[in-house]
């Protein structure tokens, strides 16, 4: 039997990295909880562009469709072509459903006319009574049943029930809307401001957002500094809509070079990105006390770094994947001593000394001996 490399089904999904930002486009069997996991400990809110239907196949064709505005992975420019295309999916997704509120609107009409029908029967035949009026009953169940899929529809997609031809051409009519504002013929000259309210205020050149401007979407992040091509680039702000906040270099649409994250809880980030995550030196503060200065790796403390304790406490040493792992020297408040090698945060082949220098435990393997 061949199976087929890309059999899998599941779903493919667009999101943006904030208003103007970079497109990615991925595959999940579950987008939703996928989102929640690309979201979780880097304090970014992604807006969902597009979800549908589909395997690693048509992912791997997206990709290559949109090879030209490549970034890194699988993240992509904010294209006009890319935008349009997901304009143009939404519409067709548009309108497949108002073809299924359609049919379901025939079917409910159908049903009730035989419903109808039953009911004068049962009228007229008192012979067959029992079991015109089961059938009766047992269709008006299932007419029941329909109407609440109906609703169940109208509700999942915010369509207006009883006429869903008009609500379709009002879709079409806010994405047409939308799309001339954005390609608006108010860039008289290269300096000329003007604005998008509610989306972007700031400088155009050559119908593409250049120079300062400010920028917010619709989950409630606001974009503050410099843009290039389209795309954030420079110095900016951004501050998410959870109360994290970015401040320092952006290049290609993605946090890269120095800046400072601030997080709701109190935790603070100073240091280099590389891509929008962590990459490089940096100090990690939490808001109990905790600090570590040193390296990370895509988002997460891998390299050489120190962490210190409220308490005092302090390990210096490698860190892989957020847990000491390699060599490193764990000194504690009281003036005690751990010397040797880590194994994904434990004592694994080292020495315990007392804070005299006195030799205490010995690990082996992470087994401690006397």
Known sequence: MVIEKYSQSGYIYFIQDGEGGN????????????????????GKVFIPLLIQEGNERKESQYHEMFKEHHLHGEW???HDSILLFINSQKIKGETKLIERLNNIHNRIENLEIEV????????????????V????DLMLEYCLQIEHKLDELVKENNLKKGNPEKELEEVKRKLQERDEKDLKEGVESEDDEYELVGRYEGKYKDGLL??????TNQNGGKYVGENKDGIRNGQGIYTWSNGSKYVGEWKDGEMNGEGTITYPDGNKYVGEFKDGERN????????DGRKYVGEFKDGILNGKGTLTQPDGEKYEGEWKDGERNGQGTDTSSEGEKYVGEFNDGDFWNGIWYGEHGDLIWKFVNGVKQR
């Open 133 to 136: 009026n089961e059938r009766h």
């Open 23 to 42: 497109i990615k486009i991925g595959f999940s069997g579950n987008p939703n909880e996928r989102i929640k996991q690309l979201q979780t400990g880097n």
């Open 280 to 287: 490089g030196q940096g100090i990690y503060t939490w808001s």
């Open 76 to 78: 992509f420019k904010p």
């Open 210 to 215: 250049n120079g300062q401007g400010t920028s």
């Open 116 to 131: 109808k029908e039953l009911k004068r029967k049962l009228e007229e035949d008192y012979v067959h009574g029992d079991e």
